[in-house]
Nanobody
Framework: QVQLVESGGGLVQAGDSLRLSCAAS????????MGWFRQAPGKEREFIAA????????QYADSVKGRFTISRDNAKNTVYLQMNSLKPEDTAVYYC?????????????????WGQGARVTVSL
């Protein structure tokens, strides 16, 4: 059974940093792309970042480009999201997800397993 478990969320002030982790189990982690999405209250889930199976290809939403970094450690079956220079508009529940294939995708329909979410709150 595939499981994705996020950790590292919390309450921070604007300008601070956080690192989210997503530990995967029940799958051959090294052959799948992974992604991060977020959902703010009253808004639809939006793509944040994705990484290919090897980590060689990454993609970011324009809203986080230059501030967030996605990475993965295939030896630990874990994908990370380093978030710097956080803004109040980054407040959301962050989800990691497993891509159906080895590449990356910004469409949530191309992801078949999701974590339970990690709440990130950024205050002024």
């Amino acid at each position: 059974q595939v499981q994705l478990v996020e950790s590292g969320g919390g309450l921070v002030q604007a300008g601070d940093s956080l690192r989210l982790s997503c530990a995967a189990s029940g799958l051959t982690f090294t052959i799948y792309g992974m992604g991060w999405f977020r959902q703010a209250p009253g808004k639809e889930r939006e793509f944040i970042a994705a990484i290919s199976w090897s980590g060689g290809i990454t993609q970011y939403a324009d809203s986080v480009k230059g501030r967030f970094t996605i990475s993965r450690d295939n030896a630990k079956n874990t994908v990370y999201l380093q978030m710097n220079s956080l803004k109040p508009e980054d407040t959301a529940v962050y989800y990691c997800a497993k891509c159906r294939g080895s590449g990356w995708s910004l469409g949530p329909d191309n992801y078949d397993y999701w974590g339970q979410g990690a709440r990130v709150t950024v205050s002024l």
